[in-house]
Each structure stands twice: as structure tokens, then as C-alpha cells.
T-cell receptor
Framework: DAGVIQSPRHEVTEMGQEVTLRCKPI?????LFWYRQTMMRGLELLIY????????DSGMPEDRFSAKMPNASFSTLKIQPSEPRDSAVYFC???????????FGQGTRLTVV | AQKITQTQPGMFVQEKEAVTLDCTYD???????LFWYKQPSSGEMIFLIY??????QNATEGRYSLNFQKARKSANLVISASQLGDSAMYFC??????????????FGSGTRLQVQP
């Protein structure tokens, strides 16, 4: 298996623009997580899905952030409009119900200028 | 209150020596899991080792072992025979309410380990 695949790996955008981050989980995994990593706040959970349904979105910072999982093999995290404080590395991870660890993608490094 | 505390922002170790990275946690759940992940400079998050709260034996995976002291709420990672490739950030994480189905991990702030030749 190719593992969790995220795209793009790097994104530079101007403040106010819409940004869409994409994630393909490991085939067969029924949980999908979006995390954000910054120097100030470390790794924080934004949202997670079970069988394509959002379970906990309490970590989504504000209405500018939205996440969808239209099917078992694809999820998006959208920021509209983007702001410089959104600059971070965004990780997608997936796991199986019956296993313990979550497998992480390579991350998307977002820079908002 | 912090759920996961890693008090060592940075650690140095000589190649081939053992090193212990500290992690304490806070939970009122009886059923939980503790994890360690490695993040090299390339940025990916690599799963290393897992310990369940009901596991009686300390977890081991190759050169990695987890020193689990439940009463003290600590889950320290021990790396034996350090290698230069072990230089990375190390994160301790917890998943609470294993029986209740909460699946997300809460991470500590990390420890940067540098292995010196």
C-alpha cells in the first residue's frame, strides 16, 4: 500500500485566497484525521471522520475552515479566506477500528503570505 | 491541564548509548493507549511503539521500549544503542476512552533528540 497520500506537499498562497488540501487515506481504513502542526501550538487535532462522517470537529479553529469526506478514499480541508496565521504543516492520518496506531501522510506545508 | 507532558525540549546522546525520553500523561479514563512517534527532519510522522493501559508487560519494538509506570502516569521511551539516524523529534501521544471509541490522539510538545558521533 502506498500509505496516506496528501497533496500538494507545499502550498504558497496569498492572504485572502482559498486553499484546498487533499488526502487519500490507506485503503480500507475507516478513520481519517486532520492535524495541524505549528511551532507555537504543536500538533493539534482539527477534525476526524469515521466512515466518512465527521465525529469531532471541535478543533477546527473557525468558520474559515471546512473539511469534507465525500467517499472512503478522499478528504479535503479547505480554508477560505486564508490568513498568514494559517501557515502550518497540515497532516492527514488514517487508522482502522481494530488497530491502534494512526498512519500519517507526508504533510502539506502551507505558507500564507 | 496538559494531557501529555514532555519536559525535555532537547536531548543529546552519544552514538551507541541508550537514552530515555520522558512522557507523563493525565487522564481519568481506565482504558487508554500511549504512543510514541518519530518525526525526522524530512517531516513525516513515523509510528514507533504502543502501550495499552491494561498491558502488563512493557512494550518493546526492536531498539525501542516503553517504560510504563501506570501509578506514576509515565510512559517513557527508551532507545537502546542510539544511531545517528535516531536524530529527530519524538512525540508522545495518548488516546483516551479506548472502549468508548474516541480515536483521536493528543500529542505532547515533543523532544528533539540529537545523536552525536
Amino acid at each position: 500500500d502506498a500509505g496516506v497520500i496528501q497533496s500538494p506537499r507545499h502550498e504558497v498562497t496569498e492572504m485572502g485566497q482559498e486553499v484546498t488540501l487533499r488526502c487519500k487515506p490507506i485503503s480500507g481504513h475507516d478513520y481519517l484525521f486532520w492535524y495541524r502542526q505549528t511551532m507555537m501550538r504543536g500538533l493539534e487535532l482539527l477534525i476526524y471522520f469515521n466512515n466518512n462522517v465527521p465525529i469531532d470537529d471541535s478543533g477546527m479553529p473557525e468558520d474559515r475552515f471546512s473539511a469534507k469526506m465525500p467517499n472512503a478514499s478522499f478528504s479535503t480541508l479547505k480554508i477560505q479566506p486564508s490568513e498568514p496565521r494559517d501557515s502550518a504543516v497540515y497532516f492527514c492520518a488514517s487508522s482502522l477500528l481494530r488497530t491502534t496506531e494512526a498512519f500519517f501522510g507526508q504533510g502539506t506545508r502551507l505558507t500564507v503570505v | 491541564a496538559q494531557k501529555i507532558t514532555q519536559t525535555q525540549p532537547g536531548m543529546f546522546v552519544q552514538e551507541k548509548e541508550a537514552v530515555t525520553l520522558d512522557c507523563t500523561y493525565d487522564t481519568s479514563d481506565q482504558s487508554y493507549g500511549l504512543f510514541w512517534y518519530k518525526q525526522p527532519s524530512s517531516g513525516e510522522m513515523i509510528f514507533l511503539i504502543y502501550q495499552g493501559s491494561y498491558d502488563e508487560q512493557n512494550a518493546t519494538e526492536g531498539r525501542y521500549s516503553l517504560n510504563f509506570q501506570k501509578a506514576r502516569k509515565s510512559a517513557n521511551l527508551v532507545i537502546s544503542a542510539s544511531q545517528l539516524g535516531d536524530s529527530a523529534m519524538y512525540f508522545c501521544a495518548m488516546r483516551e476512552s479506548l472502549q468508548g471509541g474516541r480515536r483521536a490522539l493528543t500529542f505532547g510538545s515533543g523532544t528533539r533528540l540529537q545523536v552525536q558521533p
